[in-house]
């Protein structure tokens, strides 16, 4: 009797544009929110929101009003709900109305979707707590399942997600991490108490994430009644279905005339024709469901790509060199009590700026241009380490020096 678990990502990066080398010392507007032709953080938002969020919000709640059992769940970046609150309140207000129905989960995560638990346990606790206390700002809720920034996961991450109190941590059901076993079940993470583990199962999700619309696809097309058929087989050989994705899979990844909005109205009708099968959030699932062995991931995994692990974010030098001098700042930016470059160190530490420099798929990975800024990785990383040479020079004269000194 596999329950449905939907969780989904929503995230949007406070992109960098073009920063040149003589902009060093004369421009602070990292961000490119000055000017009519720089405004790109804003176009991406408000065209994402209309033709993504809002009408795939619109069918949720249609759907949470219809089924008092039907379920979904969100993990929203600190950063996005900064855009949204700023651009579209109209959007952040269409949340909130899901939220309040009572029948919708919200995770945590690192406030700027970040790698810190990487490069600094810190860092990376510092921003849990931010990412905590704006869910409790805005939605009025405390999370008690975690995600970290793209899935990425390993033993240490659930050992340092307990300790924070979470009951729960998400993470990519890759098949060298499961061998023989189903992503279908609640597992334990090794040297974990409590704390539980769901598993993306990533060929259902990848179903309507990536490969929906795919006309070279031989299930394509894929029909409400069909999807609802493939959980329904796992009937006897599992007991929770995952299904996680980036939220701008409808309506963005997948533009409205594929018929992805029909197939997101019509799925939940269709999961309910099969007996025993419904909807849970992740953390309903670990109430009820018991963990089925444990699992063991000593090294890093994530959602990204075909490897699944850290090589979209640091494969190559320039990706290497960039993460090395971000956080070799940490110390005297936080030192200089200026909120407002602590606030731009933190914007440079989300994942996507490392994303950009990505080489590996560049000629043919169109997934790595999704509203790319730069022209190539080198761009990002040009632009990248002027911005972070800016940065330094903010800093107080005592902790510039001191910093030098070390070697950053």
């Known amino acids: ?215 070279d696809w031989a299930e394509y097309p894929l029909t409400a009644p069909k999807f609802a058929s493939w959980v329904a087989a796992h009937n006897g050989n599992g007991e929770v279905v995952n299904l996680f994705m980036d939220y701008e899979t409808f309506g963005e990844h997948q533009w409205a005339d594929t018929g992805i909005f029909d197939f997101l109205r019509a799925l939940p009708a269709e999961v309910y024709k099969h007996p025993n099968n419904d909807f849970v959030t992740p953390s309903e699932a670990i109430r009820r469901f018991p963990p089925r062995g444990i699992v063991d991931v000593p090294h890093y995994i994530s959602w990204a790509d075909i490897e699944r692990d850290l090589s979209a974010w640091t494969e190559n030098s320039m990706q290497q060199d960039a993460l090395r001098q971000l956080y070799a700042l940490e110390g005297p930016v936080l030192a200089s009590r200026d909120s407002s470059l602590i606030e731009d160190w933190r914007r440079l530490q989300t994942s996507d700026h490392f994303y950009y420099m990505c080489t590996k798929w560049w000629n043919d990975g169109d997934v790595h241009k999704y509203f790319n800024p730069h022209d190539s990785p080198y761009d990002a990383f040009i632009s990248f380490m002027n911005v972070l040479h800016d940065v330094e020079l903010r800093l107080p004269q005592k902790h510039r020096a001191q910093n030098m000194e070390h070697g950053a």
């Open 1 to 215: 009797m596999p329950s449905v678990c939907f969780y989904f990502q929503v995230h949007q990066p406070m992109r960098l544009k073009r920063y040149r080398v003589f902009d060093i010392g004369a421009d602070r507007g990292y961000f490119a929110e000055t000017g009519e032709t720089n405004r790109n953080n804003e176009r991406v938002l408000r065209k994402v929101a209309s033709k993504a969020y809002l009408p795939t919000n619109a069918i949720l709640l249609e759907l949470l009003r219809r089924y008092p059992d039907f379920r979904v769940s969100f993990s929203f970046s600190g950063v996005f709900l900064d855009q949204l609150a700023e651009w579209s309140p109209e959007t952040l207000d269409s949340f909130r109305r899901l939220v309040a129905t009572g029948q919708v989960e919200l995770l945590s995560e690192t406030y700027h979707h970040s790698l810190s638990f990487v490069f600094s346990r810190e860092e990376f606790r510092r921003q849990v707590e931010l990412h905590r206390k704006k869910l409790k700002e805005i939605f009025g809720v405390r999370p008690v399942v975690f995600r970290n920034t793209e899935l990425i996961y390993s033993n240490d991450v659930a050992a340092e997600a307990e300790s924070l109190g979470y009951a729960g941590v998400l993470a990519e059901g890759a098949d060298h991490i499961l061998g023989w076993r189903s992503p279908n079940f609640l597992y334990q993470p090794r040297g974990g108490a409590n704390i539980r583990l769901l598993l993306k199962n990533y060929r259902l999700s990848d179903d309507i994430a990536f490969r929906f619309s795919s006309r």
